[in-house]
Structure formats: structure tokens, C-alpha cells
């Protein structure tokens, strides 16, 4: 059987590859900025940009792995990316509201967002091969 653009094999890419873009979106803009500045440049960043950028990353990652669902029907990856996709955007949108109610840094938030999206894109890939295997 030919593989068509959007086959599942090619859309099931969007999970690991959103992560890694949500993740290179945040933490790589970073370290460009910061590296730049030590250079003397100065790089203004629009923030509310920047923060689109990552939630739009990790949501084509759950989506991603939700794609994945229809190849392992294993429901448990796509619940650990929304759930991560959720945290990241929490983060990013409602920082002041978390350190408020939680009493603890909305970084702590960010990170555990990204983790799990990164475990639900990695466990997707596993069932994913483990399917194509059995096939």
C-alpha cells in the first residue's frame, strides 16, 4: 500500500516534532537572546508572540500524538499531551494566577508541562513502532 501525504505514519512525525519545536520555541529563543546579549546585541522579543508560538507548538504535538490513537488505540499518550499541552499554556497565560493560588513559581508549571508532553510523544512513538511491528 502506497502512502499517501497523510498517511498515519507521516502525521503520526506531529507529536515529536511539535515538541521539539515548543521546546526549541521557549528554551531556544532563550539562549539565542541571552547568547546575543553577551555579544552586546540587543534583541527585543514581542512576548505575547513568543508565547503563541509555544502553545501552537504544543498543540500540534497532542494533536500529533492523538493521530498516533487511531494506529495503538491507547488512549493513555494523548491524555499525558493534553494534559502537558494544558500545563505549557497555563504557564505561559496565566503566570501570576499560579504563583497566586499555588504560592509557587509558574516555571515549575512550564516544566512539568513540557516533560509530559515530551514522556506522551516518546510512549506514542513506542506503541507506535510496537503496532507497525504487528501488522
Avoid at 500500500?1 to 519545536?21: D, I
Wanted: charged share 10%; aromatic share 8%.
Amino acid at each position: 500500500m502506497a502512502q499517501t501525504p497523510t498517511s498515519p505514519s507521516r502525521l503520526s512525525r506531529l507529536g515529536p516534532a511539535g515538541t521539539l519545536l515548543s521546546l526549541l520555541a521557549c528554551y531556544g529563543t532563550l539562549a539565542v537572546v541571552g547568547a546575543l546579549s553577551l555579544m552586546g546585541i540587543t534583541l527585543a522579543v514581542n512576548v505575547h508572540v513568543w508565547a503563541g508560538a509555544i502553545v501552537v507548538f504544543a498543540l500540534i504535538a497532542v494533536f500529533g500524538v492523538a493521530v498516533g490513537y487511531r494506529r495503538h488505540r491507547t488512549v493513555g499518550p494523548v491524555i499525558i499531551a493534553a494534559i502537558g499541552a494544558m500545563f505549557v499554556t497555563l504557564a505561559m497565560y496565566g503566570s501570576e494566577q499560579i504563583q497566586a493560588v499555588l504560592g509557587f513559581p509558574s516555571r515549575i508549571i512550564e516544566v512539568a508541562g513540557f516533560v509530559a508532553l515530551l514522556a506522551a510523544a516518546i510512549w506514542d512513538w513506542r506503541l507506535t513502532k510496537v503496532a507497525q511491528m504487528a501488522e
